[in-house]
């Protein structure tokens, strides 16, 4: 058995106090640790952006930080995204509503992408936001609805 | 009174019933499953040597550890068809004394986390001496090759499945042809990578005995079947659960090794095993597919009729033949299809599956149809030019365009619109306008091309399509047929005595939306709102048995057997309606939750009809079942959804690299369910299309290694590389579906890459450039441009010189 430290993680606004390997990333964490399996894990080498999340409001690759990594910050994972269980957060609902999905495994880190972007810039254009889209995969939509999903929520955000 | 029309449910783009529990993050994968349990995690010790023979393997103290040789009473998976040209291998658990390809698994190890799986894995030392390789169609074919299988190869060696037509007026009309015009088309070996690697997790429930496996399938009862059948037990020991599926494409519809040996493990050990793949092993040993090279050649008239056709298709199917479909799946579907379209009166062909000391393939996203795709419309292409006809004129005149139509491999071509999509889709891409851009760019140095596709894409595919992939068999008297012959699709449909509605399916979706269509179809049926009808599906123990979701047929399948079901439903509750309300039963219609007299108006709520059914049987009319139950089976021949596909790209001379600036689609997949999960199908499967032309590779080193291992190596498009996508929709209908609907999972990739590889020939086309191999990756591109522009160079100064 390997050694293992206390953490303190800041999730969603709830603390998680757990005992983890130095070396567990801090996807690993949040799926195994704090029990929220909506991060995914795709590639496991930072090119897929499955596992994206919001450290202190930016995106971050989940599976290319360590959990220790990340004691004393604010982090945001995909359940955390809708104000409570009868609303959706804006991204959530155009992805929704045009159909911005299909087996749903990269869904939570393009929901994770956008919401960060739009948060930060709620004005993003679509040239920006082809930008940042790219920088995750999805291998079943062929972005087309993503683009206009995360489009519509940059209406509704900034308007 | 006035009739009511209900409104159709069917046509609508409704959102999805499965995408609130997703985007909340709630979406169950295997992954999930496994991170919920203190499960202990097993890693698979993978061989390095793409041949060779096991001379040990070892491993410390305190590594659990299994081998082929802990595997007593474990069989091997075998996946066979009855042809006389089939030959069978065996596809043992753990590799055993010989190693096939890399990345086939030797060991097992267990541990009780992950990370210390990882850790023990390092910790297994395996020697392998080394085989010589069979890497290519042509060594393993050649006089002396080494066999992949030390099994009896009747024709040439390591040939696997060595399938022959040949038209008895073949010969004739073939020599007498005006022109012939012949291409060499080919596809690099491709990954359906699904974005959610392989993964299962097997729970042992010692108060039952049973063991319920959750894995991320296509197909669950099928591996049901396929597991059981390989440990020696019964199916209903097991239960197989495909939770939420993160894509397929193809890669999960055949039995893994390693869930045989989870599940194995979880009975042995009495405990829940895990298995969570990594990218890396997906791509070393998760199927491949794809690598096929088709020599084809037209015999056309001087006016451009298509004649005849011969071809030579060869396909390297890895080391090994995938349950249930088989290594016949690539040639067997591309002889049958090759084709397509067009109104071919001869045929002789000759297609093979050949063994290689690589990863065994399984279907991908269109099996062999894109490359027989790109084959057929690489021909159309470079006859066109030879005959000096305008290439969409000549499609136009080889198209079938009554129907049924009977190709010269058997098959029936059902109603379609070949000639409307292509008129459709050079209406929208207005080819004289993109000539004239085209000059223009051409002045500033800038090569834009643009390329057609038409093609069939055969869907829906029953029993009878698959059954005709054997010789006819008898089945003996007493035992099973060693040949599986995968069809129907079955749906359980109730109504419950609160009048909630639930159907079972057989086929099992993993992002197709199935959920909602189903539903839809049959909500318009019965009556009642699509998020009243819940879908049941992937639970071996919850649902009837079927086939899966694969080759672009749940919609047609599972959607015909769901609306034969529904019907029958409406039906019984029309006569439990008119026992009340007076009349006869087709007085009766169905709408908002009631039935309806249509004359008087009168109405009864389902949740009566369904109270007298289950709570006073004494009293139902008829005396029937105390059930509002119907079940029905469907299984057609299969119908063929059509469409043309067209791509214009730029190329950049410098680079090699070809950015897809516009790409259309006129698509006719039948009556559409749900328009914007169609869409959604076609978007997906273009990228994937556009994928399979442009940039992915398997790429394997001179020894057998993989060594595209990564996303970084292997390189699926994002965003960037994708142009917005057109669809045009034609809606032709056919009596080989219930529904209407024709199926349209496979066609974007099908047609993609033959448009592409068109658009980038006629990009390059004054350089005397033909793409016919796929992916034009932009270092082939420019190397071909490089060494063109010499040859032209060259040839300038030959004749300055001879002047
Ligand atoms: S899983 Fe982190 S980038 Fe792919
Ligand atoms: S929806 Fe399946 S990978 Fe994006």
Redesign the interface.
């Given at each position: 058995?390997?050694q293992t430290v206390p953490i303190r993680l800041y999730v969603n606004g709830d603390r998680h106090d757990i005992e983890i390997?130095p070396?567990?990333t801090l996807a690993?964490a949040l799926?195994?640790d704090c029990?929220?399996?909506?991060?995914?894990?795709?590639?496991?080498?930072g090119?897929?952006g499955?596992c994206t999340i919001l450290v202190d409001g930016k995106p971050v690759r989940a599976c290319l930080m360590f959990a220790v990594q990340a004691e004393g910050t604010s982090i945001r994972?995909?359940?955390g995204?809708?104000p409570d269980d009868q609303q959706?957060h804006p991204v959530?609902r155009a992805?929704?509503?045009k159909?911005g999905?299909?087996?749903?495994?990269?869904?939570?880190g393009f929901?994770m992408l956008v919401a960060g972007q739009l948060e930060e810039k709620p004005d993003t254009d679509e040239e920006e936001m082809?930008?940042v889209?790219?920088?995750?995969?999805?291998?079943?939509?062929?972005?087309?609805?993503?683009?206009k999903a995360s489009m519509a929520a940059a209406e509704e955000m900034s308007g | 009174m006035t009739a009511v029309v209900p409104p159709s449910w069917t046509g609508r783009s409704l959102p999805r019933v499965e995408d609130p529990s997703i985007l909340r993050g709630h979406g169950r994968y295997v992954a999930d499953v496994a991170a919920r349990d203190r499960c202990w995690y097993a890693k698979f010790v993978r061989s390095s040597i793409a041949a060779g023979r096991i001379v040990g393997i070892t491993a410390p103290p305190g590594v659990r550890i299994y081998t082929a040789a802990d595997l007593d009473g474990v069989g091997e998976i075998v996946a066979s068809l009855a042809r006389p040209d089939f030959v069978t291998t065996r596809q043992p658990i753990l590799a055993r004394d010989v190693v096939r390809f890399v990345g086939e698994p030797v060991a097992m190890v267990l541990a009780e986390t992950e990370a210390e799986a990882e850790d023990a894995l390092e910790r297994v030392v395996v020697e392998i001496e080394p085989l010589p390789a069979v890497l290519s169609v042509a060594d393993a074919t050649a006089d002396q090759a080494r066999l992949v299988h030390d099994v009896d190869f009747p024709g040439d060696p390591n040939t696997v499945v060595d399938g022959r037509i040949h038209t008895p007026g073949f010969d004739e009309v073939f020599a007498a042809a005006a022109h012939r015009v012949s291409v060499q088309v080919g596809s690099a070996r491709q990954s359906a990578m699904p974005l959610e690697a392989r993964a299962s997790h097997a729970a042992y429930d010692p108060a039952t005995g049973r063991t319920t496996l959750h894995v991320t399938t296509q197909m669950p009862h099928v591996i049901r079947t396929g597991l059981a059948d390989v440990l020696g037990i019964r199916e209903d020991d097991l239960r197989v659960i495909a939770p939420d599926v993160g894509g397929g494409f193809g890669a999960k519809m055949a039995l893994a090794r390693e869930d045989v040996m989870v599940v194995h493990a979880a009975r042995r050990l009495r405990r829940n095993i895990a298995w969570i793949e990594t990218r890396e092993e997906n791509f070393m040993a998760a199927w491949h597919s794809r690598e096929q090279v088709y020599d084809v050649e037209g015999a056309f008239t001087e006016d451009g009729d298509l004649l005849a056709v011969r071809a030579d298709l060869r396909c390297d199917v890895g080391a090994y033949s995938c349950y249930p479909v088989t290594y016949g799946v690539e040639p067997l579907m591309a002889m049958a299809e090759l084709t397509g379209p067009y109104a071919v009166r001869e045929y002789s062909v000759r297609s093979r599956a050949v063994l290689s000391n690589k990863c065994p393939i399984a279907p991908y996203r269109g099996v062999s149809r894109p490359v027989q795709v790109l084959a057929m419309e690489r021909l159309m292409d470079v006859a066109a030019r030879r005959l000096d006809i305008d290439p969409v004129e000549l499609r136009m005149r080889n198209l079938v365009h009554e129907f049924p139509h009977r190709i010269p491999s058997g098959l029936v071509l059902d109603n379609a619109s070949h000639r409307q999509t292509l008129a459709a889709a050079a209406d929208l891409a207005d080819v004289a306008d993109f000539r004239r851009r085209q000059r223009t760019a051409r002045d500033e140095g800038r090569l834009l091309g643009i390329g057609f596709s038409s093609f069939a894409e055969r869907t829906g595919y029953g029993t009878p399509a698959f059954a005709a992939r054997s010789a006819p068999f008898e089945l003996k008297p007493n035992a099973v047929a060693d040949v599986i012959t995968p069809g129907f699709e079955r749906v359980v449909l109730a109504m419950d005595s609160s009048a909630g509605v639930t159907v079972r399916i057989g086929a099992s979706p993993h992002g197709q939306g199935l959920r909602t269509a189903l539903a839809q179809v049959i909500s318009d049926e019965l009556g009642v709102a699509p998020d009243e009808v819940r879908v049941i599906h992937s639970d071996t123990d919850a649902t009837p048995y079927g086939w899966g979701s694969f080759a672009s047929r749940a919609m047609v399948m599972a959607g015909g057997a769901s609306l034969l079901a529904a019907r029958e439903l409406a039906g019984r509750l029309r006569t439990l309606a008119s026992s009340r309300l007076g009349g006869l039963p087709g007085d009766i219609d169905l709408s908002d939750g009631e039935a309806r007299h249509r004359e008087t108006g009168e109405s009864v709520p389902f949740f009566v009809l369904a109270r007298d059914t289950y709570h006073s049987s004494h009293l139902i009319p008829d005396k029937g079942e105390p059930a509002l139950e119907a079940t029905a089976t469907y299984d057609p021949s299969g119908t063929f959804a059509n469409a043309c596909h067209v791509a214009e790209v730029e190329v950049d001379p410098a680079t090699g690299a070809v950015a897809v600036t516009r790409f259309l689609v006129a698509e006719d997949a039948g009556r559409l369910v749900n328009p914007a999960i169609v869409d959604g199908q076609i978007q997906g499967g273009v990228v994937q299309g556009i994928a399979n032309a442009l940039f992915e590779e398997l790429i394997y080193d001179d020894r057998g290694v993989l060594v595209t291992t990564s996303l970084m190596d292997y390189l699926p498009p994002t965003l960037h590389e994708v142009p917005d996508i057109e669809i045009a929709h034609l809606e032709t209908t056919s009596p080989q579906s219930v529904t209407g609907a024709k199926g349209v999972g496979e066609g974007g990739t099908i047609g993609a890459p033959a448009a592409i590889a068109n658009a980038v020939s006629d990009a390059l086309a004054h350089l005397g450039i033909d793409v016919n191999h796929l992916p034009a990756t932009p270092h082939r591109l420019r190397t071909a441009i490089r060494s063109a522009q010499a040859a032209q160079a060259a040839d300038i100064s030959d004749r300055e010189t001879a002047s």
């Open positions: 058995m390997s390997e070396r567990r690993d799926r195994d029990g929220l399996t909506g991060t995914h894990l795709g590639c496991e080498h090119v897929c499955a994972t995909v359940e995204l809708a959706l959530q992805f929704w509503e159909h999905l299909q087996c749903g495994f990269c869904t939570p929901l082809r930008d889209l790219s920088s995750n995969l999805c291998r079943c939509t062929g972005y087309q609805n993503i683009l | -």
